[in-house]
């Protein structure tokens, strides 16, 4: 794939994304990176800021199949992964295909199913399969999972374990609208949703080609270097207690990739790897209490290991 059809293919599809979700480039841009890089995403903010309305806006612009789970305590794994059904005419067991068999999958306020049904997708997300019965079914391609979550409300809610966090290859915030998008976002609803009015862009061949071109995208020596040193530091800050794992070096690499293809380049720098390392490291640490205490972020040290690591000089 050469540069001119892949920005003329990713920059129609955030473009289509922004008529419904005002002000967020950067966030639109991650969302796009993850899809290159065939991972899943959790958003993690306050009611009412669009995490919905991005996922749907997302799933309406690539003209994929959308499938929602509303993640409540009543919730089956087999409601997620699908079951045995016996047919009385037949007298055989028929699959019925559960709500994860779709391409684009949101999994609403996820942190309010069950454990067990939590660790059902964990299959899923990881193998992009699931098992039933001793059968394996294979999930309809290409696949992503955008699941949601309240960070405010804990009444109810299951926290999500850390190997199940460890299988989103980013974690994104949408924040407040600025004042004058959230004027827009008036204007643009008073005569309808906008996201009714979201076309394709793409469709799954085109998207699948995509996939592949990003993981063509060239990574020097002295890169991947890099990046692990990042990553290992995650592991000796005095602040954290449980640092990135190796899935988290690899994730790194590829979000890596897939903005250097979101800026038609051939081959990741330096500069690749700062601009993505926060989304992709901040959600996989576990900090000290005491830093806790003194207000200290993942985002922060995050964002020190990246200023402290020497990053490769000279032509990659």
Do not use: W
Not at 54 to 77: E, H, Y
Not at 216 to 236: G, N, Q
């Amino acid at each position: 794939m050469n540069k001119i059809s892949t920005s003329s293919r990713l920059e129609p599809l955030i473009e289509s994304i922004e008529k419904v979700i005002y002000g967020k480039r950067t966030v639109i841009e991650m969302v796009v990176c993850a899809l290159l890089a065939r991972g899943h995403i959790l958003i993690e903010d306050i009611p009412g800021v669009g995490k919905t309305l991005l996922v749907n806006a997302l799933a309406k612009s690539l003209g994929l199949s959308f499938g929602r789970i509303q993640c409540t305590p009543d919730v089956m794994p087999s409601d997620i992964t699908g079951f045995n059904l016996y047919n009385m005419n037949t007298g055989t067991m028929e699959f019925k295909q559960g709500m994860i068999m779709h391409n684009i999958i949101l999994a609403d306020e996820i942190n309010r199913a069950a454990p067990k049904t939590q660790s059902s997708l964990l299959e899923v997300m990881e193998e992009n399969q699931v098992s039933v019965d001793g059968k394996t079914y294979m999930v309809p391609q290409p696949f992503m999972v955008l699941a949601t979550q309240n960070p405010i409300e804990y009444i109810g809610t299951s926290p999500l374990p850390e190997a199940q966090m460890d299988r989103f290859i980013m974690r994104l915030t949408l924040g407040y609208p600025e004042f004058s998008q959230e004027i827009k976002i008036l204007e643009k609803n008073t005569l309808g949703a906008p996201i009714n009015d979201v076309k394709p862009i793409m469709d799954a061949k085109e998207l699948l080609e995509l996939q592949r071109h990003t993981a063509s995208i060239f990574v020097h020596e002295d890169i991947k270097k890099y990046i692990t040193a990042i990553v290992c530091s995650t592991r000796m800050h005095k602040g954290v207690s449980l640092g990135a794992s190796p899935r988290a070096t690899l994730n790194l690499m590829k979000i890596s990739q897939a903005y250097a293809v979101l800026n038609d380049a051939d081959f990741v720098t330096p500069e690749y790897v700062k601009a993505v390392a926060g989304f992709v490291l901040s959600h996989r640490l576990i900090l000290k209490s005491e830093a806790k205490l003194r207000g200290i972020t993942a985002e922060k040290i995050i964002a020190d290991i990246v200023a402290a690591v020497n990053a490769p000089t000279g032509k990659v």
